[in-house]
Nanobody, 123 residues
């Protein structure tokens, strides 16, 4: 089983920034496509962004396009999610997991979820 640890969440004001980290252990991250997802209270888990193992192709949900950037640092075995211009509707627990990265990536296609990191954006 692949293992991830998410970190970097916290409380930030509207328009602020955070960088989330997804650290992998026990395997080499660059061989896998990784996705970031989020789940707000009372809502279903939704895809935020993913980065492919092939040429680091990336996809973003329309709601975060232009504000969030996914990247990977293979030397640190970590995938990042840089979040800028944060809005209250970005408030959620953010998770990373391994699975196929394509335009319509879905949580059901992913496995080996981390424990998540909480992001709160105040208005």
């Amino acid at each position: 089983q692949l293992q991830f640890v998410e970190s970097g969440g916290g409380l930030v004001q509207f328009g602020g920034s955070l960088r989330l980290s997804c650290a992998a252990s026990g395997f080499t991250l660059d061989n896998y496509s990784i996705g970031w997802f989020r789940q707000a209270p009372g809502k279903e888990r939704e895809g935020v962004s993913c980065i492919s193992s092939v040429d680091d192709i990336t996809y973003y949900a329309d709601s975060v396009k232009g504000r969030f950037t996914i990247s990977r640092d293979n030397a640190k075995n970590t995938v990042y999610l840089q979040m800028n211009s944060l809005k209250p509707e970005d408030t959620a627990v953010y998770y990373c997991a391994v699975g196929p990265c394509w335009l319509g990536f879905l949580p059901d296609e992913y496995a080996d979820w981390g424990q998540g990191t909480q992001v709160n954006v105040s208005s």
